[in-house]
């Protein structure tokens, strides 16, 4: 019987509480800094139970101009940091670039849409990152070129169409369409559709297949989420406000290449109240 008790007493001094991993914690606080002024954009939830946060990081100052890199965070289930990406990398002090949408890649990885930012007049032109599960590039960064300035805000993927009406070609699924905000003041906010070609190429512009403007009222503010349903209809929201006129909730839905439909889609009707065209 002694040398029982004895056992446990050798057993029990050697499990110290030092030695001891910590519980995984079911709340958290987490808090991430790099030194600079950050500001996050987007969180989505990985295919590991992860977390995967977009965020813009503010480094330094030319001229009038600030230069900004996109920061993307991953996490484990709990909070915990597995690492963290710059774009572009720290060692690149003349491109500025800003994320505001994130979505998860059904061919695998990450795409972010935001702005690359000319750092001397502060122009935006669509911006384009695909990444692979790791936060490396999966393909070049790629941007849209156009006259007006053009911010990136959400991005959804042609998956399947059961339109028994107008399908989506075989050939467009997979394909990317993006929700940005334009400086056009009659028409302010623009969907497009890229071919998978378009984003993977060793080129680093991309040409739509299509983009169509919509009227937003007098201001536009648009949410960093892009829908697209079986049916490659589209959906995102967002506020509207017209002069003197209190903020109104906006929810769009559109079908793809929908050119000609919603224009000024909501301007100023009562709570509750609608309109498209």
């Known amino acids: 019987m002694k040398k029982i ?74 909070g915990n940091l597995i690492w963290q990406k710059l774009y572009p990398e720290i060692s690149n002090t003349t491109t500025s670039y800003k994320g505001n949408g994130l979505a998860l890649d059904p061919s695998g990885g990450y795409v972010i849409v935001g702005e690359d930012i000319d750092t001397q007049t502060g122009f935006s032109k669509l911006l384009i990152l695909t990444l692979q599960d790791d936060g490396n590039y999966k393909g070049k960064a790629k941007t849209m070129t156009s006259v007006l300035e053009i911010k990136g805000m959400g991005v959804g993927f042609i998956s399947e169409d059961n339109d028994p009406v107008t399908p989506e070609p075989k050939a467009n699924l997979g394909n990317y369409i993006i929700l940005s905000s334009v400086s056009d003041p009659s028409n302010n906010m623009m ?24 009227g937003a009222g007098e201001s536009v503010n648009i949410t960093n989420k892009l829908f ?30 929908s050119t000609g439909v919603l224009q000024y889609p909501f301007q100023g009707f009562p709570q509750g109240v609608g309109h498209a065209s």
């Open 191 to 214: 969907l497009a559709e890229f071919s998978k070609t378009a984003i993977t190429d060793q080129t680093s512009t991309a040409t739509p297949l299509w983009s169509q403007k919509f």
């Open 5 to 78: 008790v004895l056992a446990l007493l050798v057993l029990a001094s050697c499990a110290k509480e030092d030695s001891v991993g910590t519980a995984p914690a079911t709340t958290f606080i987490r808090y991430f800094n790099g030194g600079n002024s950050d500001e996050a954009k987007a969180i989505v939830e990985t295919a590991d139970k992860g977390l995967l946060i977009l965020a813009n990081t503010q480094i330094t100052e030319v001229g009038a101009n600030s230069i900004y890199k996109i920061k993307l965070i991953k996490t484990d289930a709990y």
């Open 228 to 257: 697209v349903d079986e049916n490659s209809n589209s959906f995102w929201g967002g506020t509207v406000k017209k002069a003197n006129d209190q903020s109104n909730i906006r929810l769009i839905k559109v079908p793809s290449n």
